[in-house]
């Protein structure tokens, strides 16, 4: 038997559905679930039965104390699976420096993400910030002179290809861009990509980008990385689009950019402070486009993160390798 922490809504809309999956695949599965008032605390002995949890959407973020706080106060703690993809919080490195072993859920969120980024690139390339100003102002304002380029035959240089860098990478060349790769591990024959670099590649890529998409992880080797040396090098009139971390870039380096005309235009879902400070200059920039940290919404979402659970659960009870584990560095 396996007893998996969960929250209290989960265990509501898919208590059944687990332990049913659970006694298909030959094993029992008993849920332990949080309280309902985020307030409250699982008592001490609750949490000493935990032996796997599972960190799913509706915790975060009013639940994410109480989730927290119960797996730290449980000692059989072997697994633990998050509905997220990015596992950059310190919390994480906490629970694989105990000896947890850390699933996530990459993949799930993969096609709305990319979505997301191709809406931004596409705004920015047909010139959408200037209709949408000249709409809220009740303005007729054609373009006539210095119409947008043709997104045919530009260059987007993806940074991270992984299952969001690949998916992006997918629809961009469907749309006629050259597409450039930059990922660690070697090219895979199906990879979307006209070329593939490693990333001590990516100096002497920047200068031919007219669209630079950052879809990489955050990691001591990518935090910062894209510094004012990285974004003078972008050609004049480039634009960036990240849907990755907001700590990858350096923010004031990328306004200074935009301000000064050097950078063509930014979509951003992600910044160095969340939420983004009232003060920022980057919500009026004409420039830019701004969302919240939310390229990944979708209403699909939690169908796609259960499924990689349930495959997982079914795969620890056996003894299996588990889908999208994440080893110590």
Not at 137 to 158: F, H, K, M, S
Request: net charge positive; with cysteine; proline share 8%.
């Amino acid at each position: 038997m396996t007893t998996l922490l969960v929250s209290h809504q989960l265990n509501a809309t898919h208590g059944a559905r687990i332990a049913d999956a659970a006694a298909r695949g030959g094993f029992r599965a008993e849920l332990i679930a949080l309280p309902a008032d985020p307030a409250a605390r699982l008592a001490d002995a609750e949490c000493a039965r935990v032996e796997a949890a599972f960190f799913s959407g509706d915790v975060f973020p009013d639940h994410s104390r109480q989730f927290f706080s119960a797996a730290r106060k449980a000692p059989r703690l072997k697994w633990l699976h998050v509905f997220n993809v990015g596992v950059d919080h310190p919390i994480y490195a906490e629970m694989l420096g105990r000896g947890v072993r850390l699933t996530t859920s990459a993949g799930s969120n993969a096609e709305p993400i990319a979505h997301t980024a191709i809406m931004g690139l596409l705004a920015l390339a047909r010139g959408f910030p200037r209709w949408i100003a000249a709409q809220r102002a009740r303005q007729w304002d054609p373009v006539r002179e210095n119409p947008p380029r043709d997104l045919r035959g530009q260059t987007a240089v993806i940074l991270g290809l992984g299952r969001i860098g690949t998916e992006i990478a997918r629809l961009a060349r469907a749309l006629g861009l050259k597409v450039i790769g930059v990922r660690r591990s070697p090219r895979r024959p199906e990879a979307p990509v006209d070329e593939l670099h490693p990333p001590e590649a990516l100096p002497g890529l920047l200068p031919r980008c007219d669209w630079l998409i950052i879809a990489c992880p955050l990691t001591p080797e990518t935090r910062g990385l894209i510094g004012a040396g990285p974004i003078a090098a972008l050609p004049r009139g480039a634009r960036v689009i990240n849907i990755a971390r907001g700590e990858i870039v350096a923010e004031q380096a990328l306004i200074e950019a935009l301000r000064n005309g050097h950078l063509g235009g930014a979509f951003l879902d992600v910044f160095e402070t969340e939420p983004l400070p009232r003060e920022s200059p980057l919500w009026d920039l004409p420039n830019v486009l701004v969302t919240p940290h939310n390229s990944a919404a979708a209403a699909g979402n939690d169908e796609r993160v259960l499924a990689i659970l349930l495959e997982n659960l079914t795969r620890w009870s056996r003894g299996e390798p588990l889908l999208n584990e994440v080893h110590k560095q």
